[in-house]
């Protein structure tokens, strides 16, 4: 994540690799996507509201003092880490919904796909098509004037 980003200086990259591992851990924890969009999305919104309100530019290189720089790595470690614990914490709780029985490859009771056939098959009731199984006949196409014949 941090090389990707190419930061130009040590604490930029220390804060995008501590984003990459705080991003990778959620994803790992929940097994999804959301929690590391959800964490970018904040990240991003807090980044650009502060810069605002302090009136500086929308740089997310860390371009001070090599103190306040590991503070703001510091600081941005400990929060990130937070949002790490309290996912840790609560995906117990969530018990994503399972739309479809058949949807669920990790339920070894589900035998519903076991008598499936093996490839794509016409349905029960539509029967054998007339003059045998062969491939439906359709009338050769017809051709039309063209649909516009502006300069344009």
């Known amino acids: 994540?941090?090389?990707a980003h190419a930061p130009g200086d040590?604490?930029?990259?220390l804060d995008r690799f501590a984003f990459g591992l705080a991003a990778s851990?959620?994803?790992?924890?929940?097994?999804?996507l959301e929690a590391?969009?959800?964490l970018h999305a904040a990240n991003n919104v807090v980044i650009f509201l502060v810069v605002g309100a302090l009136g500086g530019e929308t740089s997310s290189d860390i371009q001070t003092g090599s103190g306040t720089a590991a503070l703001i790595v510091g600081l941005?470690?400990?929060?990130?880490s937070l949002y790490v614990?309290?996912?840790?914490?609560?995906?117990?709780?969530?018990?994503?919904?399972?739309?479809s029985r058949a949807a669920d490859p990790a339920d070894p009771a589900d035998r519903?796909?076991?008598?499936?056939?093996?490839?794509?098959?016409?349905?029960s009731w539509a029967g054998t098509p007339p003059g045998?199984?062969?491939?439906?006949?359709?009338?050769?196409?017809?051709y039309a004037p063209a649909p516009h014949s502006g300069p344009y």
Do not use: C
Request: aromatic share 12%.
């Open 1 to 3: 994540f941090s090389l």
């Open 10 to 13: 040590i604490f930029t990259f």
């Open 25 to 32: 851990a959620v994803v790992w924890l929940t097994g999804g």
């Open 36 to 38: 590391a969009i959800a």
């Open 76 to 80: 941005d470690v400990l929060v990130m």
């Open 85 to 99: 614990w309290i996912v840790a914490k609560t995906r117990k709780r969530w018990h994503p919904e399972i739309a």
């Open 112 to 123: 519903s796909r076991s008598n499936a056939s093996p490839g794509p098959a016409p349905p």
């Open 132 to 142: 045998g199984a062969g491939q439906p006949s359709y009338p050769p196409p017809e």
